[in-house]
């Protein structure tokens, strides 16, 4: 697409990225506006067509507004559910699902089958793949870190049924990790915590923080520790060490759990020492395409 046939809003949690990956110039939104749903309406007179992540409701309605106003406004909207859980963010609090876009992009069959089993049907769907993940398994040689840095990686996320704390303020999570951490902290391992942009109460507050960038995180740290979040997939794809917390740490914290191994729990058995990690399949492959097809799908059906 040429430049000059778009223009690309990045909300703030997304600035650093598209610097660091995007090619083309983006307008910033500014933190907290007023009134998201004016300024949607303003923007937009001069719009077509959408295309849009989607991101859950809670905390911030920056893309569920836009979609719905988008959709108010009879501009066909194009969004991507990038993970298997979180299908609640399609749906106000009266369970009427205005944040769905017209078309959707979906991570693979079973999120299309789950969509359609919950009756959540847009005008179109495809399975896509991740065209992120898809990317690192291509870049994977580009790997500059041999896994001897020593450095263990905490990923935190919120859990929106506790205030959207960290999930390590749990005290099961969080004695568990400890405890993982000061075994290896005998094998001259250190640990750091990153928090979720998201989250309302840290989970460490003893542990360095780390701010990397969404490519160098993959390359500084060798262990990744967490639950469900996308950063222990990618973690996966770039052959790290990656534990999870297992399912009942965290109740009712998703409502699908992703579909395929992607680590070890972490307990004290399997924990306590490094696991061979076998080589990487790329599950992912032809995300790009898959994606970049869509697109192209969508705007020539809006011309």
Not at 17 to 29: A, R, V
Not at 217 to 230: A, C, E, P, T
Not at 247 to 262: A, G, L, R, T
Not at 283 to 289: L, N, P, T, Y
Request: negative net charge; glycine residues 2%; proline residues 6%.
């Amino acid at each position: 697409m040429e430049p000059k046939a778009f223009n690309l809003i990045a909300h703030p949690l997304s600035e650093e990225f598209l610097k660091n990956f995007h090619p083309y110039q983006f307008k910033l939104l500014t933190p907290k506006i007023e009134d998201i749903a004016k300024f949607w309406e303003d923007e937009l007179r001069e719009y077509h067509s959408v295309i849009s992540t989607t991101s859950s409701k809670l905390i911030d309605k920056t893309n569920s507004i836009l979609i719905e106003v988008a959709k108010k406004m009879k501009i066909p909207t194009l969004g991507f559910l990038d993970h298997w859980k979180g299908f609640d963010r399609f749906f106000n609090e009266n369970n009427d699902p205005i944040y769905l876009p017209n078309w959707l992009g979906v991570i693979d069959q079973l999120t299309y089958e789950r969509l359609a089993s919950n009756n959540i049907i847009p005008n179109r769907i495809a399975s896509i793949g991740h065209p992120w993940l898809d990317h690192l398994y291509i870049n994977l040689a580009n790997l500059n870190n041999d896994g001897t840095s020593k450095k263990i990686l905490i990923v935190s996320q919120p859990e929106p049924k506790n205030k959207f704390y960290s999930i390590f303020c749990d005290e099961v999570n969080h004695n568990r990790v400890t405890k993982y951490i000061t075994k290896m902290r005998s094998k001259e391992y250190n640990a750091f915590y990153r928090p979720h942009p998201k989250e309302s109460k840290a989970g460490f507050t003893n542990l360095p923080i780390d701010t990397s960038n969404y490519m160098d995180v993959l390359n500084n740290y060798d262990i990744f520790i967490g639950y469900d979040s996308m950063m222990l997939l990618e973690a996966h794809v770039m052959e790290k060490q990656t534990l999870y917390l297992d399912e009942f740490s965290i109740e009712n914290s998703s409502d699908q759990k992703i579909p395929f191994k992607y680590g070890i729990p972490l307990n004290d058995a399997q924990a306590s020492a490094l696991y061979e990690i076998p080589p990487r399949s790329n599950q992912f492959q032809d995300s790009i395409i898959s994606g970049r097809r869509l697109i192209n799908d969508f705007l020539e059906s809006v011309k």
